[in-house]
């Protein structure tokens, strides 16, 4: 199993950025996909973006396009997000997770991590 670790979380003003870590303990992330999800209080988690193992594909939720990149260093075993143009409506819980993307769907697999506190003020 892969235990991923988020890291990154904050508080920020709107407008302003985070980057956000999932680094893999255990089992490498090298060979899986991995995907970022949210959940703000009261809400279901939902899908942010995701990323192929090589790297070279992405996905993303249409609220994030063009403000949030995702991206891998396989070297560090540690997939980022970064977060630009943050809104309030963003403040989640962040959760990072190894599992499958075939075309533009991702399906979670395994174990999620603790996730990362964002916290947008306005």
């Known amino acids: 199993q892969v235990q991923p670790v988020e890291s990154g979380g904050g508080l920020v003003q709107a407008g302003g950025s985070l980057r956000l870590s999932c680094a893999a303990s255990?089992?490498?992330?090298?060979?899986?996909?991995v995907g970022w999800f949210r959940q703000a209080p009261g809400k279901e988690r939902e899908f942010v973006a995701a990323?192929?193992?090589?790297?070279?594909?992405?996905y993303y939720a249409d609220s994030v396009k063009g403000r949030f990149t995702i991206s891998r260093d396989s070297a560090k075993n540690t997939v980022y997000l970064q977060m630009n143009s943050l809104k309030p409506e963003d403040t989640a819980v962040y959760y990072c997770?190894?599992?499958?993307?075939?075309?533009?769907?991702?399906?979670?697999?395994?174990?999620w991590g603790q996730g990362t506190q964002v916290t947008v003020s306005s």
């Open positions: 255990g089992r490498t992330f090298s060979s899986r996909a």
């Open positions: 990323i192929n193992w090589s790297g070279g594909r992405t």
């Open positions: 997770n190894a599992g499958l993307l075939m075309g533009s769907s991702y399906t979670p697999m395994g174990t």
